[in-house]
């Protein structure tokens, strides 16, 4: 039997394997369905994860990581989990896609989550290149210049006043005209002098040459378009949190949640059942970031060692 199972290998599982084997865990197994790294492989450019200067893509940060939690005695199983179940004696089963299963003392889920598209055409062809769903990781690009907002729910409001302190302009565009949001939120919103209101308008064609993003088009109810010259589109419609490892055959999930999908956690990254961990973006709050994943899949890998040895 495992001592601690990790299901997810991007920052957090990656860390989260370094320190519970480092930290004296003998048998530690990290499932991932992919190559491990997680999403921030997919970027280009990361230049907020500290210590780590010049020019490097997502792929060049996370390429040591797995080699050096192997050097620890992380063993990594490509494989997708479907379920983590738990019996009354407290023992987990990790059910995956080729039918087999392994048998754990405690695990870490750390499966992240997937901001949704909002469908309009060229979101996917400038993914990267001027389209972003992260205002913390690209908003610095866009220093000094104009940038649109899409959506209109908190994270959309939230984020539109994030940039709208590094960035000259911004349009946020929004598909009618009323917000989600919280009131105190919209307040603010309304009252930030270089956010302008989009509204009742529909994202129809994002453009651009080479160089990445020019504009993006917008319709409206009456037919008429406007086009609004942006280098930087971003893209805040909703999330997906990858939870359904935790979700059991009758449709309950493994422990608590929060109504929009997340894991809920203390400070230690306990969930409210025993033995079982969240790190990463997928639990509630998350800022969505690699350092902070980073230092959740730590925090919980000295939880997860404190109760295999008892001390919980
Ligand atoms: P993830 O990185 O999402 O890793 C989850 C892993 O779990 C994946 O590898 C996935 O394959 C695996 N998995 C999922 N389900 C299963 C399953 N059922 N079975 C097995 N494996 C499974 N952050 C920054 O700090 N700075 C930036 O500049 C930055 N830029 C970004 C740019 C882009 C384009 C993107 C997409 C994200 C960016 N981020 C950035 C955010 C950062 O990538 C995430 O916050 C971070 O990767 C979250 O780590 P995680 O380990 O929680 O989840
Ligand atoms: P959300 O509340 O689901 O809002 C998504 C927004 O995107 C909506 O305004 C929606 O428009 C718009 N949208 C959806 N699909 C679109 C499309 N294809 N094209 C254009 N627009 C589209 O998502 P969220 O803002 O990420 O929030 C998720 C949950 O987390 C919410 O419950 C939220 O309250 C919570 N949250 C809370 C806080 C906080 O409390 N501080 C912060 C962030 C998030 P419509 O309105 O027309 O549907």
Known sequence: MLDCAIIGGG????????YTTRGGLADVTMFEKGMPGGQITMSSEIENYPGVTGHITGMDLMIPWPE???????????????????????????HKSDGT???????IVCTGSTPKRAGFVGEDV????GVSTCATCDGFFYKGKEVAVIGGGDTALEEALYLAKICS???LIHRRDTFRSAPST??????????????????????GDAMGVNGIRVGFKDGTTRQIDVPGVFVFVGNDVNNQVLK????????????????????????STPGLFAAGD??????KQVVCAAGDGAVAALQAIAYVDGHH
């Open 101 to 107: 299963s392994a048998e754990a003392k405690s695990v």
């Open 186 to 207: 919209i307040d603010r919103i309304k009252n930030t002098p270089n956010i302008e209101l989009v509204l009742n308008a529909v994202p129809e064609e994002v453009s």
């Open 68 to 94: 050096q939690c192997q050097k620890f005695g992380l063993k990594h199983e490509m494989s997708e989990v479907t379920r983590v179940s738990r019996s009354s004696e407290g023992i987990f089963t990790i």
């Open 282 to 287: 997928m639990r509630e709050q998350a800022p």
């Open 126 to 129: 400038y993914f990267g290149r």
């Open 248 to 271: 059991q055959e009758d449709g309950s999930f493994l422990c608590e949640m929060t109504p929009w999908g997340e894991v809920k956690v203390d400070l230690s990254m306990k969930t």
């Open 11 to 18: 920052p957090a599982g990656l860390t989260a394997g370094l």
């Open 169 to 171: 302009k911004v349009y």
